[in-house]
């Protein structure tokens, strides 16, 4: 065969592969734009393995498995968090319906159950999602590690959540008896039977979350949780002030300006327009119809 | 034989083996056995960039697991696939006549393959092993004790490929290449699932039935002793005393085995 005709054979062959390329390319594209609409009760189906089959069948890998389960609960929350149209806080994902996190995050931490930030995770999402769950999955971690007294910190905060101040208090407690348990754990027993619901006793709880926490989101998330105490004892002070006001005037205010003087005694953090900014530096609006004060719903604060 | 004649004897026995391990060796790394240290690199360098954004802060934890279990897998594949054709492509090859025609005993011939191929694992384990360490110090950017911390762990990890190897050796003594691969896979997760052929061993009713299933567990290489990725990934040390009769073990192991196989390849006519 001469070079000319190894050349006239090679041309179709090359032409049927690069058209091949195209045709797959736009075909991939069709398909991908006219996929239907995902069923999420499938989406939502069960996990295939359950957490010990995951374990058994992991063949010694089971430190990377857990990684991947973990990955992927991340991803998941992730992925609602994104198709979810408002802002909501990670402490409060009860509408996202994350049916599938609880058992990644067990199967997590049954491969790996010294891997913390998994129940870290369990302690701090899932609560809003399945009390049960977050306090089966925590449990099981001080089973697998007893001398890990932030395990108890995690659980006593979830009964905190659900206003069980007396669990609380007899979980942190008992975390306190740990080594290297921090002081303020023993503090947290009296502080939950003296004032279990209190503000200054959530700023405490919020305050050692972020200290302590290993997971960023779980550190943002108690900073927002504490300017968001930061803000309703401002919106306090300001409610006061605007109640002061309209008592001497038998009126409201019109504009913060009006009211600057006192805002500025009370040392409000006041804007250059003279109207009071809570923590996150966004203005509080002015409800003149009551005569109230109100968060802006644009504000990092969160507003429940 | 008179003692220096037995001296004389071993050394020379000493001196076949070493150079029948070099050999291997060399056989190894000609057949580019050592490039899936490459496929190992770019496996943990776009782990070290990539996984920060994807692990919620636990890269370091991910890093170990991830270059721990790719040692372990890289290397089961290697001590499998190279494994089964130690002998095997000697005798293909007819060159095992040329080995035979000088005085090397068919066991020297056999351990010296084993050593050749342990001495390719060794390097595989080690570069992989400063791989992750550097890895760690990476993402850490600075010092990380975890950095050394790993290192019982990759021991265990060659111990473990080490009775693998051995297992795979043993097949291909008597065996066809695919069979014996197939067959030492099986051994490698079966031997991973020891803990269960014992639970199942209690759990028997009949009489026949347990002393089966505890005559399996105590058979095949417990390898679920060599598994300490996961401790380790939490900077977590192995007990001494425990790392120290799994490494015992290992060698009794290797020993039955290796014995077993030159035992079978003694008995080969290759006529």
């Known amino acids: 065969m001469t070079l000319r005709n190894r050349n006239s054979h090679d041309l179709p062959l090359a032409l049927t592969v690069l058209l091949g390329l195209l045709s797959v390319f736009g075909l991939s594209h069709w398909i991908d734009s006219h996929r239907p609409a995902a069923d999420p009760n499938v989406e939502e189906e069960r996990l295939y393995l359950t957490s010990n089959t995951a374990k058994r069948m992991s063949l010694g890998f089971n430190g990377l498995a857990a990684d991947w389960y973990w990955i992927r609960s991340l991803q998941y929350v992730g992925r609602k968090l994104i198709n979810h149209p408002d802002e909501v806080q990670l402490d409060d994902l009860g509408p996202l319906n994350l049916k599938l996190l609880a058992p990644l995050l067990d199967t997590a931490t049954t491969l790996d159950p010294d891997f913390m930030e998994p129940y870290e995770y369990a302690a701090v999402v899932l609560p809003a999602v399945n ?9 099981k971690g001080i089973a697998a590690n007893p001398r890990a007294w932030r395990l108890y910190q995690h659980l006593g905060y979830i009964y905190w959540q659900q206003q069980d101040f007396k669990a609380a208090g007899e979980t942190y407690s008992q975390g306190a008896k740990l080594p290297g348990a921090p002081s303020w754990m023993e503090a947290m027993k009296a502080r939950m039977a003296l004032e279990g619901g209190s503000r200054s006793t959530a700023r405490e709880i919020y305050l050692r979350m972020y200290e302590q926490a290993g997971d960023n989101r779980v550190r943002e998330m108690a900073q927002r949780r504490l300017m968001q105490l930061d803000s309703l004892e401002e919106r306090d002070a300001l409610r006061a002030v605007l109640k002061a006001y309209q008592t001497r005037t038998f009126r409201c205010p019109s504009s913060w300006r009006e009211i600057e003087g006192p805002l500025r005694a009370m040392r409000v953090p006041v804007n250059a327009f003279g109207s009071p900014v809570d923590p996150a530096g966004t203005p509080y609006l002015l409800v003149k119809e009551s005569c109230n004060v109100d968060l802006d719903r644009n504000s990092k604060v969160p507003y429940q | 034989m008179n003692h220096s004649e037995r001296l004389a004897f071993r050394s020379g026995s000493l001196l076949r083996i070493s150079a029948i391990a070099r050999n291997a060796f060399r056989e190894a790394v000609r057949d580019l056995v050592l490039y899936n ?13 990539f996984i920060g954004a994807l692990s919620g802060g636990q890269e370091r934890k ?17 001590a499998i ?11 293909e090859r007819r060159t095992v006549y040329a080995i035979f025609a000088k005085p090397v005993g068919r066991g020297e011939f056999l351990v010296g393959k084993y050593l050749g191929l342990c001495l390719t694992l060794l390097v595989n384990v080690v570069v992989m092993g400063v791989g992750v360490s550097i890895a760690l ?18 021991l265990l990890i060659y111990v473990q490929l080490m009775i693998l190897t051995g297992i795979a050796l043993l097949f291909s ?24 052929l014992k639970g199942l061993a209690g759990s028997m009713g009949s009489t026949a039935a ?15 002793n060599y598994n300490f990725i996961t401790p380790a990934a939490h900077g977590q040390l192995p007990a001494a005393t425990h790392a120290a009769a799994a490494i015992l073990y290992a060698f009794v192991y290797l020993a039955v085995i290796i014995a077993t196989a030159t035992l079978i390849f003694r008995r080969r ?3």
């Open chain 1, 131 to 139: 009390v049960e769950d977050a306090i089966r999955i925590t449990k």
């Open chain 2, 37 to 49: 240290l490459v496929l190992f690199v770019l496996l943990l360098t776009s782990a070290a960039i």
């Open chain 2, 62 to 78: 991910i890093i170990v697991d991830l270059g721990l279990s790719a040692m372990l897998l890289f290397g089961v594949f290697i």
């Open chain 2, 81 to 91: 696939f190279v494994g089964v054709g130690l002998v095997y492509k000697e005798l």
């Open chain 2, 137 to 154: 110090l990476y993402v850490s950017g600075g010092w990380d004790p975890l950095a050394l911390r790993i290192w019982p762990a990759v």
């Open chain 2, 173 to 196: 003594s008597f065996s066809s290449p695919a069979l014996s691969a197939l067959l030492t896979f099986f051994v490698f997760i079966i031997g991973h699932f020891s803990a269960d």
């Open chain 2, 210 to 224: 347990r002393w089966l299933f505890a005559g399996l567990y105590y058979l095949l290489p417990n390898l679920a």
């Open chain 2, 269 to 271: 006519n290759f006529k």
